[in-house]
């Protein structure tokens, strides 16, 4: 088959790929869907391992979201199992919950101190309401002040370091306002309406994602073997293409770097096989000094599970690196680093991009831009809804 008797072609089939697909093949299009790796699913790719545990390649990922669309949308390719998640972080020696709550001030504090701080916290600010590091640090009141200081230097600092290989004030202050503190008992990390994991795993809703006659999927196929962008047109195969194309890439490499790099954090997962369970939580952060402990967290696989393997568990130990696609480990960017400068010459690309009428830039990404599973699920079904309509 030709490329060209495609309306669409689609590079990578993860969630900005493969929904957008689903969505363009359900308004009768054709589609062709190119993949780098052996595998749909982009980052969300899973499957049932040695020990019988569903393992996510690439990290532990926790479908959540409060778009009833969204989930209703998904629910038609899959079953769930309902799970809450919850997270431990090493802090002072002790697990304590992450996000850092009352409960966890409770053990790092002793009793009157814990009494006093919880006393001024829930004075000021409602039970239930979440609160960030930020605020806390420029809170009038010496309690709290203080406080906010325990938690930077025993929660965010060496875990953001880590994760980042940049100081806090390196970093765009958004980064660190995603896990605020909770004024609350309740140890769960998300309060969202929906929180679930697919009964079957990511790898299989895929694959009723992508089962319609409309989309054809092409794995082990980098792009770039076929594709050529020329005086802003675009080439597969040296022939013009006309259709819409669709890049869930990262930019720099579609460019050939002809801007200079971008800069992105990649991580590795260093898998072990336990006898029995290894931990109280799903996922533990190390939130140390990386002399101490080199890694950020370690999962549990089988934890996220409807119904786990019993005498078997297998842990992802995760390990940040600075991205370089010619390292052995390292080689996958996961998270768009946001600095001035990485921003800036990502809109150089954009602009680059924005120029060529027929692509389209979608998902983390090419759009370098953080999305959950959720909210990058919602954006390809406006996008093809944008497309379609004109
Ligand atoms: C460690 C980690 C944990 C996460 N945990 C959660 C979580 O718990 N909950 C949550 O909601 N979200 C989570 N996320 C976010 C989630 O992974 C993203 O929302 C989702 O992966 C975005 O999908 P995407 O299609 O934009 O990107 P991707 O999943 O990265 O898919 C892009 C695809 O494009 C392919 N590709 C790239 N270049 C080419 C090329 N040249 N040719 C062909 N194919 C190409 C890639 O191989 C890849 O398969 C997590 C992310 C990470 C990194």
Redesign the pocket.
Known sequence: MSLMENDVII???????SVAARQFAQANKKVLL????NHIG???YDYLDENGVMRHQ???????TNHSEVYEYLSRFTDWHPYRHSVLGLVQDKFVPIPFNLRSIEMCFDNDEARHIIDVLTNKYAIGCKVTILELQEDEDPTIKKLAEFIFENVFKYYTMKQWNLNVEQLDPKVISRVPVSITYDNYYFTNTYQAIPLNGYTKMFEKILDHKNIKVLLN????EHLKIKDKKIYFDNEEYKGIVVY???LD?LFDYSLGALSYRS?DFEYKTVEGDYQDSATVNYPTPKQRHPFTRISEYKKFMANPPIDKSTIAIEYPYDYDPKAIKGNIP??PVFTDESKNKYNEYLKLLNEIDNLYAL???AEYKY??????TLRAMEFVKEIING
């Open positions: 590079i990578g089939a993860g969630y900005a790929g190119i993949e780098k790796r982009g980052n969300a690439y990290g532990p990922h926790i479908f959540h196929t980098d792009c770039k869930t890439g990262i490499e991580l996961y998270y998902g983390r990404l999305y959950d599973m959720d909210a990058i």
